[in-house]
């Protein structure tokens, strides 16, 4: 049979207490996970050192939407201009090195589709490929020196999720969950709204909690009534019974206490219970976004078929953020093969496959950091913008020619991020001229779990759990933070 | 910083001075100095200062090393501590960092290095000590497990439990006053949970409580732990150790629809109470010492974790996916058997326990044999079923021949050939042979050529396997879409890969063919250059071309679409490839050959009596009707007409015997195979090399497989680099199992404590090293870890043991005194109460509604849909009452990210890694899955209509029926009354899913 976790919690004990009452949150679940831990801690303290007590930094941060590209945005197409690589356009890459791509094609080196520019007050440069981005280029963050351990999908997105290649890793959102709890008391911690054409490859893998307690999985939201799965009872009959078969369990539950058997495991399932006929109200309610004003909508593109569907969820996402949500993830682009392509994984056409996918977020993504912005919200959350690597500044194709579309780049490719705590408008790190590999300030997805966390207020050497023989890291033994962008 | 050295210095000297030990001349002094100095370098610098990667290059372990040093220049002068560089960081206090020495450590090291510094004869290994940051060899959980244990003959109460001696001391050491035992419901209930994962009858309960004897628990626990409930029970435990799930993971996370016999040995093994030791070698080298379905399903616990099946072309990330595929296998052995984390170890020593890179390499050598496959087996029974068909179809068929033999003296075949069908019914051949005259095309001109022996008699093309077979010129028609076909007897039913027709490239790189026996025995399929245009028909055997000619027809139809007939009639069922691309006017065609050259297995061994070839996809109807022309032989008829009466009616009745037989043999050939996910050996893997920091492009020494030093068994196996698999692995199995290595015991009697009670006396069960946790009771683990091997390695003796400890059964009731000292129940005051697992739960129901599925083992049922959907698969849940999804949940087809939100949200583990032990969380999801989802619902209503189908005689006995199944007691007046309600207003389904909601329904005392 199994038993409480003794051990594990012991960890965080105090340090999130201490966040929790920072937050000063309030409300049965976060009294649950209180109580459950100070029991828990007492119970390890006996049998292994106890780690040394963290120090909680000043939190730039509450909560974030991650915007996670599926299949590998082109950086030299987007957000990393490359002058020399247009001078370059059709020559050949000169390097004694045997590129580590997926299919293994070297074609020639190839310019940008879409024309640069610089942009608002920062100047900073974004491509024609993201119109609606590049006018909210001053609140943008620009890393533009990422780097990969691997250019093959899936390992590469659960790596930019988890820090590890592999299934079985808590993703970022469950490790924000576990670390500050949640600030809403009748909506989840950590809430994940796919591509509506499919999820991404590994499934729900992607946002499992891995070893961590499963009450910090991300949970799906989908559209229409029940936007999460067993909402309500099945049947009208169902319906019309439960709040007096609700009634007779929280009856039962009491007497059972009261007959000497209660602890805090009764009292917590208790709460449960309580908890769950308030998520009955509050996920329909910030589900509907039909409340939103016609100017609102219209920002997030919903009156434009091709844009309307991740604009639903670019608003859903700022409602669930308003509501107290610590981390919201929408899927662009759902599983990696087929054609055509549903997904950013320009192998054959970057023209035309990044174009049909940047129509679809572009302006929704824009709305999203314009509408964060003018409701204050921006200042303490974080608006995150990654993908699973770059692409080729050389073409996929014969050696001899440039053709249209691009492979892997796990040396080099960019992401960005908006929010408090950040200094906008400004680039950080560099690729070399042609956009390939990074070379100034090379950055791996641990300096930027690192730096998420930091902006949260977490030292990310200090949010441990221990499994199997290891006291885990979202950052493994790695992790820099990316300290020049901090404001 | 001098001064205080110095200063530190005349300290040293004045405090040897004063007890006349002058380090110079005190050569007596010198082995007890040494051996203090070597003690302070293995617990303060040697972890750091050693092997290939030591800090700064300074590496401690050899006294030439030392003086040689690090980048900084020799660490020590020889009997002069004030210019030793060691001496000088010691006493700066910057080595060891963060953690200087103290005072007298600092003394010894000055006058050590002051004597000459006299290092051991061997190198100091790294990790002979524990440190204050790592385990050493002398780390407890490498000691020798205890035989002697002075507590059990001192105990004051003869004939107690032992497990209650080695308790009771704690309990009493700690002052803590031990519960009651268990009220006879809960300790009932706790019992079936623990050893069946169900809920006990409502009756044994009532005899329990009317017989709460010891002599009562007893049998009661004998009944459980014979019933096959314990094996489906424990083994759930173990899958969870073993990382079992059913796909791949990673980006396909296909489902794998053979690894389920795995699960069912483990079932079978835990049921038949196998020894453990044998129980784990079968699991690391099973299918080399048991080769047959057991090994090999056994094995599956090497490659039952997530695997990738897409890494791309570059050979960095093929080597890459197979170093992560090895440590992923060495990670969940070493932590299953010997609970030691060996994976940490693999991009540099292990930071906390005594293990090197060096042995991760060792131990992964060990494995390397070990690929991810799916075995095929013969079906035992349908082999001997099979031997036994045929040979009577062979003698019946011999008897047919003799009388046919007789017929056919009395009339040359030739003179009786049946007239051939109208030709207008007939397909126009764009070829044809029929061998009766000669090599010339009846249909056309392309007249063949006979080659290498071959030769025509009694009407058909005689090969001889060996150097026959028949060529036409070059073709000028392009064929493309195609059918072929033959009229064909085969010499051996058991030759392989001969061509009968085949359209070829003139030089036999391209090519179309019917081919006999190539990638299957016995079968008939379409040959192609590289298989590229090959797949099964799943096809019967042929088991009659050898007695009779047999017509085989091949259409290559239109987008790739190719199928076969035999005998007019469809041969197996088409598939889909892509058509060939055959030279223009550079072919041709050839009969008895698959491709050039000619020579080897591309040879067909018999007679074609009559070929065909089309230049267009002729279509069912017309291939019947070719079929039903005969060929060479005499017909039926004719001969039943030259037998006689009575000679023809026993030719009809054999063969209508041989026509029976034939239609057996082909059931049963056409049964399926076992197929098993298992171990796919690598007989001769390559030579081990180490990676250096992990670096997949760093090669380090080479490697011969081996173990692990910590663990008293020889870690040396006497195996070279190269051995075979065989050798590794059978090494490594007996190496693990070996009675001299303490952790492989100790590891799984904590395993069986942790279930027990919750908690093991080790709370890690993976993990004995420096990070796991410390036992609570050592000499207990020791005590139960003797015992296992003093029992053969039996794990039910043990369980027996356990459960019927005082320990076990006390009352988990609350004791705030008791709590004050130990909130978590360590030392077991209490048995602390557990909330059920996902899996505990549904069956629970299903058991509870009446509606539970009890059979075992097969493949697993599928509770979810399968979507493959562009290179992933999805699963979404599904509920029905489909018999095949009423079974235990422990037989649920369990894909990775297959989603069943009451599993999922009772914390049943993905099966991605590893998992010892359940979290256990409580969370408004969880109230959700259990109020609303479609399986609770129904089981709440099943269970109503369980109770309604009883005929009770009223309500108050349906409702004291409901609570004492569900709850396994009766409810008091005002349970009962608020139960009336709810079933008054909405039924007894209403009550039904409330109490399946209770608390005291998911949290067993």
Redesign the interface.
Known sequence: ???????NAANLGLSRRQWLTHWGIQGLAAT?IIDLMS??S???D???PAPEEPHPLLPKVKRAIHINLVGGLSHVDSFDYRPELIARHGKSLVTDE?P?????KIGLLRKPDWRFAPRGQSGLMVSELFPHIARQADLITVVRSMTSE??????ALFYANSGF????FPSLGSWLSFGLGNESD?L?AFVVLPDQR????????NW?S??????H?G?VFHGGAEP????????P??R???G???G??D???R???AS????S??E??????A??AR?QLSVPETAAIDGETDETRELYGLNDPRCAEFGRRCLLARRLAERGVRFIQLFSG?????SPR?SWDAHENVSQNHGAEAVRIDKPVAALLADCHRRGLLDDTLILFTTEFGRTPFAQSEGNVAGPGRDHNRYGFSLWMAGGGLKPGVTYGSTDDIGWKAVEKPSTWHDFHATVLRLFGIDHTRLTY?H????RRLTNVHGEVMRDILA | MASLRLILKSVVYIVVLAFGMVPAAGQDQGPVLAGKAESLIVARCIRCHAGDEAKGGLDLSTRIAALKGGKNGPSFAPANSEDSLMWQRVADDEMPPKSPLPDDEKRILAAWIDSGAAWPDQPIDPFRRSTARSAGYDWWSFRPVRSVFPEIADTKTPGANPVDTFVDRELARNDLKPNPRSRPRDLIRRLSFDLTGLPPSPELVRAFEADPSQAHYLRIVDTMLASPRFGERWARHWLDVVRYGESTGFERNEPNFTIWPYRDWVIKAINDDMPFDRFARMQIAGDLENPGQEGAAASAFLVAGVHNTVIGVSRRMRLLARQDELEETIGTLGQAFLGLTVQCARCHDHKFDPISSREYYGMIAAIDGVQHGERVFENLDAQVRRADLESRFESVSARIAALEARARASAPVAESRRPEPKRKDLPVPYAMWSFDNGPEDEAGNLHGQLVGGARIESGALVLDGVSAWFRTPTLKKYLGIKTFEAWVMTDDLDQRGGGVISLQSNDGGIFDAIVFGEQETRRWMAGSDGFSRTASFRGQEETEAKTRPVHVAIVWDKDGVVSAYRDGMPYGTPYKTVPAKFPLNDTHLAIGLRHLPAGGNRMFRGRVLRAAVYDRALKPAEIERSAARESGFVSPEELAARLGPEAARQHGELRRQRQGLAEELARVVAAPKPKIYAVQANAQPEKMRVHVRGDINEFGPEVAPAGLKALGASSDWGLTPDAPDRDRRTRLAAWITSKDNPAFPRVIVNRLWHHHFGTGIVETPNDFGFNGGRPSHPELLDFLARKLIDEGYRLKPIHRLIVTSEAYMRSSDPNPVNSATDAAGRFLWRHAPSRLEGEAIRDAMLAISGTANPAMGGPGFVDVSVTPNNGTTYYEPIDSDDQELQRRTVYRFSPRGGRSTLLDTFDCPDSATTSPRRNVTTTPLQALSLLHGDFTVRMARETARRIEAERLPGVEEQLARAWSLILQRSPDSVEAEMSRKLLERHGLWAVCLGLFNANEFVVVP
Not at chain 1, 150 to 155: D, E
Not at chain 1, 468 to 471: P, V
């Open positions: 049979m199994s038993g409480n976790e003794p051990a649950a029991r828990d007492r119970a390890a006996r049998s292994r045997t580590d791509t997926f299919n293994g691997s250019a093959n999908h899936t390992p290649q592999f299934n079985g009748d989840p499919g999820g991404p490859n590994g499934g729900a893998s499992s891995g070893f961590l307690p499963a009450e999985q949970v999460v799965r067993e909402l309500f009872a099945p049947t009959e169902g019309s019974a439960e007096e078969i609700l007779f369990i009856s039962v539950n007497r059972h206490a000497g058997a209660g602890d495991l009764l917590a399932r208790m709460r449960s219970y908890l769950a998520m759902g599983p990696i093969a087929g549903a221990y199997n023989g290891i006291e």
